[in-house]
């Protein structure tokens, strides 16, 4: 049988823990290396509603993206969300795996799948980093086209809503891109000769400040921009797993479309 540690070498063949972030808490956070394992979930955030699903339909590893465990735990209060996560979780003896960080800068993880989706022609890393194809985000050229009309053609590849900050009328033909939160990358977008960046969680001053250096932001929300990564690290697996192991996906909540 297949057990844990299998499942976390695979994912660390695809993102190595090294490519992660210093302040990031990334590997295997619940659970032991030896637990057999028939059944996994991928999911971009451990909810109550992930482990209930994981309970009922057997679920011994979960996968998520976002760690569960992030700041030091200095108690384990089970009248509080996480402390109830971590009991219900324990108690049924379900693993929890994070591929957060590693997975974003990987050369063939989150932004690259982003990339794909969105058919970014030739693209190259964003931001670089310590290693040849790693790195933040991924610029690329697409078909031309203007700003109204990119901001359907992303929304209907990205299954979600988009907010557009700067000009409505700007012709568009090289875009960057980065998955979660990628506001502050709007200086590395204009220096890779983007006249668009599509991330999440874009703050007012950063909007600003793109606005007053011409560039467009598509902000398709961290939601929008990151759950490509639940289907695609499930079908990364299945091709790596046995057949007897099944992968399961859920994605989650997104908290700003309640």
């Not at 859920?250 to 700003?256: S, V, Y």
């Amino acid at each position: 049988m297949t057990n844990v540690g299998r499942v976390a070498a695979l994912i660390e063949e695809l993102a190595p823990l090294h490519l992660k972030m210093d302040w990031d808490n990334v590997g295997l956070q619940i659970g032991s290396i030896r637990a057999h394992v028939g059944r996994i979930l991928v999911t971009l955030t451990v909810t109550e509603d992930t482990v209930t699903r994981a309970i009922e339909e057997g679920v011994g590893l979960v996968v998520a993206h976002h760690p569960l465990i992030f700041r030091p735990i200095r108690t384990v209060r089970t009248d509080t969300p996480q402390g109830a996560l971590l009991q219900k979780l324990l108690s049924h003896g379900i693993a929890v795996y994070v591929s957060h960080t590693n997975l974003d800068t990987a050369p063939d993880g989150l932004n690259h799948w982003l990339a794909q989706e969105l058919e970014l022609q030739r693209p190259e890393v964003l931001v670089p980093g310590s290693e040849p194809g790693t790195g933040l985000g991924r610029v690329g050229n697409i078909t031309a086209s203007t700003t109204a009309d990119l901001a359907v053609y992303i929304a209907e590849r990205l299954g979600t809503d988009v907010r557009v900050i700067g000009s409505r009328d700007a012709w568009i033909e090289r875009v960057a891109v980065c998955g979660g939160s990628g506001g502050d990358l709007y200086a590395a977008a204009l220096k890779a000769g983007a006249q668009a960046l599509v991330t999440g969680d874009v703050s007012y001053h950063d909007a600003l400040d793109a606005t007053a250096h011409g560039l467009v932001v598509f902000d398709a929300g961290h939601f929008g921009t990151e759950k490509i990564m639940v289907s695609k690290l499930a079908a990364y697996l299945r091709s790596r797993l046995s057949p007897d192991v099944e992968v399961l996906e859920e994605a989650g909540l997104d908290p700003f479309a309640m």
